[in-house]
């Protein structure tokens, strides 16, 4: 019975986290499209995803500098991948999503 339990609560917080997600990344892309989106910082990290995903050097011209040696961030060549298909921010509101989402819910604890 007790396992039963377990599996339901766990169930039931994956649920939660999906649904914290998908409303997150909803409103970003709402906030995005009616231009509420803060434009400096999200210029810059659109800037050097496009240049990752089409083999370029990450020198985001706003800053005048490598985004790289800023802030050490390799998993923005992971965003690149379907950047190449489909450049829209989406995908890097949909990682800061994840992101958030990681932080927020700890279901790694009910395992």
Request: one cysteine or more.
């Amino acid at each position: 019975m007790a396992l039963l339990r377990k599996y339901w609560s766990l169930s039931f917080v994956l649920l939660a986290c999906l649904v914290f997600v998908l409303y997150l990344l909803w409103l970003q892309i709402r906030r995005y499209e009616q231009l509420g989106a803060y434009a400096f910082d999200l210029g810059i990290f659109q800037q050097a995803v496009w240049l990752m995903a089409h083999g370029e050097t990450p020198f985001v011209t706003v800053r005048g500098m490598n985004i790289l040696g800023d802030h050490f961030t390799p998993i923005l060549y992971l965003i690149a991948i379907p950047y190449r298909i489909w450049a829209h921010p989406f995908w890097l509101f949909l990682a800061q999503t994840f992101a958030w989402q990681r932080e927020r819910c700890h279901f790694t604890e009910w395992l």
